[in-house]
């Protein structure tokens, strides 16, 4: 089910724990775009240049690729990442076309924008990329390599800035090595990014638009064209329980997805009124034991945990609890998921 990439480790971990690998840094071309492609297909990781920053991409389909994104840049928590896609047509295929996001689209589309929109019913994003919400980001980068890369490459790339998590943006390919070398399979070297700037972040799926994230495209270029097109031009921000760690990240918090049930952590065993999510040797409920990992992969539990919770939701179980998860290396994004997840509501 899963498509886990079999990549040559140099056999040496870094100080954080994580698995080195060989990071080749090549300058854009028919072929290193035909490598990339490649690269992506098989789950791996490969940094590129978009006109705001460098992104670090992955197959936004594949959640055990999408996992090795939140492992490489150490990111103590799963944050949704926007998908990038080379067309209009190619994003509104995977988001629900409303008239705001479609005159957001054509007015800045391909650039620096990304619209948060309802997923399609069909929709193969993993939940991964989207940490676990209904809704996704998606963005048409302008940058010509950029395009060449996803035209060729066909899906939906998810990626953040390509930096470590905590420092800051990446504008050159030489920033992308200094902070990630060893980590990820490849960086294509496309030269400065004009912007340095990240995309805004637009959620179109309401009533008004709503600006997560300031960045390349302003608030009165969103209004204008809102008005062109006959729209409500009040353009919103985030609301207020999302405010307060609106600047550290944009959508993580009220938005975020939790299950109806309650959850119960670091659970040896089950209760009679509950059903268990095993991990390594603590086997789950069930003849065929359910389980974030049995062979304790943290990076397919992180891969399989999004798509679990709903599907345990969708049972209408009021239960759950989970076996412990070790904090180590992605342990520590699963184990904030799970807690907050756990948290009294
Ligand atoms: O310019 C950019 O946007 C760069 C380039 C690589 O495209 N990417 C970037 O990604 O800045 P990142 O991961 O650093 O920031 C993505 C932001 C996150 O803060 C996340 O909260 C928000 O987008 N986001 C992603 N999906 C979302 C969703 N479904 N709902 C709300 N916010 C979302
Ligand atoms: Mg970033």
């Known amino acids: 089910m899963m498509n886990f990439i079999r990549r040559s480790p140099l056999g040496a971990k870094d100080r954080l724990g994580y698995d080195m690998r060989m990071t080749e840094l090549l300058p854009l071309s028919d072929l290193s775009i035909a490598r990339a492609t490649a690269t992506l297909r098989m789950g791996g990781l490969v940094a590129f240049p978009t006109e705001t920053v460098y992104g670090l991409g992955a197959n936004a389909n594949n959640a055990a690729a999408v996992a090795g994104i939140f492992a490489a840049k150490n ?67 302008a940058h010509p390599e950029a395009q060449r890369l996803l035209a060729a490459f066909g899906g939906p790339v998810a990626a953040p800035s390509a930096n470590m998590s905590g420092k800051i943006s990446p504008s050159r390919a030489a ?7 060893g980590r990820i399979d490849l960086v294509l070297d496309g030269g400065a990014c004009a912007n340095g700037v990240e995309s805004t972040i637009i959620d179109c799926t309401g009533a008004q638009a709503i600006i997560l994230r300031p960045g390349g495209v302003t608030r009165d270029e969103v209004a204008r064209v809102l008005i062109k097109a006959n729209l409500d031009p009040k353009v919103g921000k985030p609301s207020t329980s999302d405010n307060d760690n609106a600047l550290v990240s944009p959508g993580q918090l009220a938005s975020h997805y939790a299950p109806n049930a309650t959850v119960r952590l670091n659970a040896l065993t089950a209760a009679t009124d509950e059903i268990l999510v095993g991990f390594g040797e603590i086997a789950g409920s069930g003849e ?39 904090d180590t290396g992605l342990g520590e994004a699963i184990n904030d998921r799970l807690r907050r997840a756990a948290a009294p509501r």
């Not at 920033?175 to 070398?181: E, G, I, T």
């Open 175 to 181: 920033h992308v090595m200094q902070s990630l070398a």
């Open 288 to 326: 065929q034991p359910i389980s974030l990992s049995r062979t304790s992969n943290l990076n397919e539990a992180a891969a399989n945990l999004f798509d679990l919770l709903h599907q345990l939701d969708a049972l209408k179980l009021p239960k759950i609890a989970i076996a412990p998860i070790p």
């Open 75 to 141: 990111r103590p928590e799963f944050n949704p990442l926007i998908s990038h896609v080379a067309t209009p047509d190619a994003a509104f295929a995977l988001g629900h076309r409303t008239p705001m996001a479609a005159a957001l689209a054509d007015a800045f589309w391909p650039g620096p924008m990304t619209l948060v929109l309802t997923r399609e019913p069909d929709c193969p994003i993993a939940m991964l990329t989207s940490a676990g919400l209904e809704k996704i980001a998606l963005r048409v980068p």
